[in-house]
C-alpha cells in the first residue's frame, strides 16, 4: 500500500510585510484630511515634542497604491506625518501593511490605558532616561511624570489586573490607595459591571465604604456635602448592591441567552401577519410588550479615542 503525500499546509498570510521600509514623505499620501483644529490640539503639540525629543517611536503604517511604484497610502498616522511634514524632515521609516482597509486597521488599534502608560514610563526610568526627558518627549509636567511613575503605590495585584486596560483617570488610583487590598478589588470589579471608571463613582464607592476596610482606619471619611447619617445608609445600599451583583453574577449568561432566544422567537411571531391581527383585536397589550421586547437594543460600548 503506497503512502500517500502529505498536504502542505497553507501558508498564513502576514498582515505586514517583513521589512520597514524608508519613504520620501511627500510620496505618503493620506487617505483623509486633518480638521484645523488637529495642529492645535495637544496631541498635536504632545507629538511634536517627542519627534523633536526622541525621533519617530512608532512608525506610520502605509499600503503600496496600486499601480504607482513609488506612492503609498497611509492607513494610520495622518498625525505624525503631518508633524515632520512641520518639522522639514524629508524621509520617514514606514510599516507596509497588506491591508488596504484603513477602516479595517484603525478598528484594531487600543488606545494606551493609564496602566499601561505606567509600565512604560516605569520601564523607560529603568532604562536610565531621565523623568525630565520623558516629560519633555510627551509634553507634560514633570510632576505629571512622576505622578503616572507611582501611579500603582499601594494598589494590590488583582485590582491592577482587573482594570490594565481601562482608562481610569489618575483620581481613581488616588482614591483606590485609600482602601484595604480586598476593598480595592470590590471597587475594582463594581467599576467594571457598571463600566464606569469616573472619580465621581469611585467616590461614591469611598464613601461606600466601611471604616474598618480603609488604610487609615481611625481618620473619619470626610466628603462634601454628606453627613455621617448619610454615609452609613450609603454604606448599607452599597453592601447590598454588591450581593445583588454577586448573586446574578451565575446566572446571567444563562439568562442572556434566553432573553436572545425569546427575542428571536417574537420576532418571528410579529413576522407573521395573521398573528400580528389576531394580537391586535384579542391582547392588545401583548402585541405592545412583545414589539417592546424585539426592539429593545442592548446599548453599545463606549470606545475613548
Do not use: W
Not at 445608609?233 to 451565575?250: P, V
Request: proline share 5%; with cysteine; net charge neutral.
Amino acid at each position: 500500500m503506497s503512502r500517500g503525500k502529505r498536504k502542505t499546509p497553507d501558508a498564513v498570510t502576514l498582515g505586514f510585510e517583513s521589512d520597514c521600509v524608508t519613504v520620501p514623505v511627500e510620496a505618503v499620501l493620506p487617505v483623509r484630511a486633518l480638521s484645523a483644529s488637529v495642529k492645535s490640539s495637544r496631541k498635536y503639540r504632545q507629538i511634536t515634542a517627542s519627534i523633536n525629543e526622541v525621533g519617530l517611536v512608532e512608525p506610520p503604517v502605509v499600503t503600496r497604491s496600486p499601480g504607482e511604484e513609488d506612492t503609498y497610502m497611509l492607513l494610520d498616522g495622518h498625525i505624525r506625518i503631518e508633524v515632520l511634514k512641520d518639522l522639514g524632515i524629508e524621509r520617514v521609516e514606514c510599516l507596509i501593511s497588506t491591508d488596504d482597509e484603513a477602516f479595517t486597521y484603525n478598528k484594531r488599534i487600543s488606545r494606551l490605558a493609564p496602566i499601561q502608560e505606567h509600565k512604560m514610563i516605569r520601564k523607560a526610568i529603568e532604562r536610565g532616561v531621565s523623568e525630565e526627558k520623558i516629560a519633555l518627549a510627551l509634553d507634560l509636567n514633570p510632576r505629571s511624570i512622576v505622578r503616572k511613575a507611582k501611579l500603582l503605590d499601594g494598589i494590590c495585584e488583582e485590582a491592577v489586573g482587573i482594570l490594565k486596560d481601562k482608562h481610569c483617570a489618575t483620581a481613581v488610583f488616588e482614591i483606590l490607595r485609600k482602601m484595604k487590598a480586598m476593598r480595592q478589588i470590590e471597587a475594582a470589579e463594581l467599576m467594571m459591571n457598571a463600566n464606569n471608571y469616573s472619580p465621581a463613582y469611585i467616590s461614591a464607592i469611598l464613601a461606600g465604604t466601611p471604616q474598618a476596610q480603609l488604610v487609615d482606619t481611625k481618620k473619619p471619611k470626610k466628603m462634601r456635602g454628606i453627613t455621617p447619617e448619610a454615609m452609613a445608609r450609603m454604606e448599607r445600599e452599597l453592601a447590598r448592591l454588591q450581593e445583588g451583583i454577586t448573586s446574578i453574577q451565575d446566572s446571567y449568561g444563562q439568562d442572556h441567552l434566553q432573553l436572545t432566544v425569546i427575542k428571536g422567537y417574537l420576532g418571528k411571531l410579529l413576522g407573521n401577519a395573521r398573528i400580528v391581527r389576531y394580537l391586535m383585536q384579542h391582547r392588545p397589550e401583548f402585541l405592545t410588550e412583545f414589539q417592546a421586547i424585539t426592539e429593545m437594543t442592548s446599548a453599545p460600548p463606549t470606545e475613548l479615542e
